[in-house]
């Protein structure tokens, strides 16, 4: 039986530090022991560090534990700038160069998972593992409300769906549903989504990230055809069975496709594994870590020019 938490349950978590980074401030967590194997984790869309409070705690006591607030994102600043894939890796990189970190074990959900294994193409010298959790990047087919959102002329619908006195009231019945013991995780975390675009910067920041990754199509941007390049890295998957945003089946193919890759499905668990079944979560990654080897250190990738036709 997987462990759930009740909804808006307090967990302690490390304090957000600043660094300024290229003129931007850029919001991280960073605990745990001082040597040792590094855990990068990485958020998805409209989410923040805060997203790992229930297993940052636990993995911060065997590992040294990295968590951003991606650009765009929580503390951090949301600029009118990049936020491709692309840009977020190399952004990942400076911070681990700021921070003096040399490799790590890459754990993305969600978009951060399609941040991850960009990560791992650009900068393959910088990591060791990947963890994919509920993981963008890998099909075609994604939620009916991104879809939706990713069309033109959804800047109004946003103003006018995510007010800040609707996040207000949202926060106070979560508050009260809480105090009742009511169990509710999945929905917590995508309570806290939708809250963080209450605001007008925030909302600017998470269109120009959605529509650089999904159209009204479905998910733009896939890392299927590169997979092979990862291949030597060990990695591990994680999914709910009942994830209503990326379909496990994602999961799955990927692990039919990368046949040294490890699977795990989480009964009864949405898109957000690590805050419904923390537990469940903490140990796999656990387990993963400590019965695989870390891919050896390679030079960076240099991608060879197309020839002329």
């Excluded at 894939?85 to 970190?101: N, V």
């Excluded at 103003?159 to 009260?176: C, H, T, Y």
């Excluded at 199509?217 to 060990?234: D, E, H, I, K, N």
């Excluded at 499905?265 to 870390?294: C, K, N, Q, Y």
Aim: with cysteine; aromatic share 6%; hydrophobic share 40%.
């Amino acid at each position: 039986m997987h462990s759930a938490l009740s909804s808006w349950t307090i967990v302690t978590m490390t304090d957000l530090t600043y660094h300024d980074l290229h003129g931007e401030k850029l919001a991280y967590r960073l605990a745990g022991a001082g040597t040792g194997e590094t855990l990068l984790l990485v958020h998805g869309m409209a989410g923040s560090s805060d997203t790992w409070r229930h297993v940052m705690p636990k993995l911060s006591s065997r590992y040294r534990v990295l968590a951003p607030d991606l650009p765009g994102h929580g503390a951090s600043a949301k600029p009118r700038g990049d936020y491709s894939l692309g840009a977020y890796a190399a952004t990942l990189r400076d911070l681990l160069d700021a921070l003096d970190i040399e490799r790590v074990t890459v754990v993305g959900q969600s978009l951060g998972g399609g941040v991850a294994m960009q990560l791992a193409y650009q900068f393959p010298e910088r990591c060791e593992r990947l963890v994919l959790i509920s993981s963008g990047g890998l099909g075609r087919e994604v939620s009916w409300t991104l879809r939706l959102l990713s069309a033109p002329g959804s800047e109004l619908l946003l103003s006018l769906i995510a007010p800040p006195f609707v996040r207000n009231w949202g926060n106070s019945a979560g508050s009260w549903l809480g105090s009742k013991g009511i169990r509710a995780a999945m929905v917590e975390e995508m309570w806290r989504a939708y809250a963080s675009l209450s605001e007008a910067p925030s909302r600017r920041a998470f269109l120009r990230i959605l529509r650089s990754v999904v159209d009204t199509g479905g998910q733009a941007v896939s890392a299927t055809s590169r997979l092979y390049l990862s291949s030597s890295m060990p990695m591990q998957l994680i999914w709910g069975d009942r994830d209503p945003i990326i379909p496990v089946s994602h999961g799955r193919t990927t692990h039919e496709a990368m046949p040294e890759s490890r699977l795990d499905i989480l009964e009864g668990i949405g898109h957000f594994p690590h805050v419904e079944a923390p537990d469940a979560v903490v140990d796999i990654i656990d387990t993963f870590m400590s019965t695989s080897t870390g891919a050896s250190m390679v030079s960076p990738r240099t991608v060879e020019p197309t020839p002329p036709r």
